[in-house]
């Protein structure tokens, strides 16, 4: 599955996995995902639940959680990649795919996170990540769908992932 000529879309990029490994975000092309910035000790932190349930309830019709710790939040991710996988496995069981720790804003912000605020700005158009645990939501070409504040709960999303895992790949 490719993307639209001439624009860009998420399976352009890629982004080191927290074993150190790079992955293609195309590895995932012709699946929805929900990209998350995530985050060990933050008040949402509980969402990873959420995620993990929707993780397990549609990973066999072709979705996929990417998680992405951020640090740039009140501190709220301090941990190394060791201690992130260890914490989200044994505290959460978290099992859909996490990434190393990036920056979300300013002039570092992963090359992935310009480009999904570039696509679903927040609101009042404005790009800047405002907290841990916003996500997007991806179509299976690569194409953002939507972006979500941090305070909507994972559950809520089902509905907008059960419209685009029905439609045609």
Known sequence: MSCVPILSCVHD???????GANARLSDWAGEVLLIVNVASKCGFTPQYEGLEAL?????????????????QFGHQ????EAQIGAFCSTRYDVTFPLFAKIEVNGETAHPLYRFLKAQAPGLFGTQAIKW??????????????????????????AGDIETLLAEAA
């Open 55 to 71: 993780w397990r309830a549609y990973r066999e019709r072709g979705f996929a959680v990417l998680g992405f710790p951020c640090d």
């Open 13 to 19: 990029f890629e982004a080191r996995r927290l074993d």
């Open 77 to 80: 991710e301090p941990g190394d």
């Open 132 to 157: 841990n645990f916003t996500k997007f939501l991806v179509d299976r070409k690569g194409r953002v769908v939507k972006r979500y504040a941090p305070t909507d709960r994972p559950k809520a999303i």
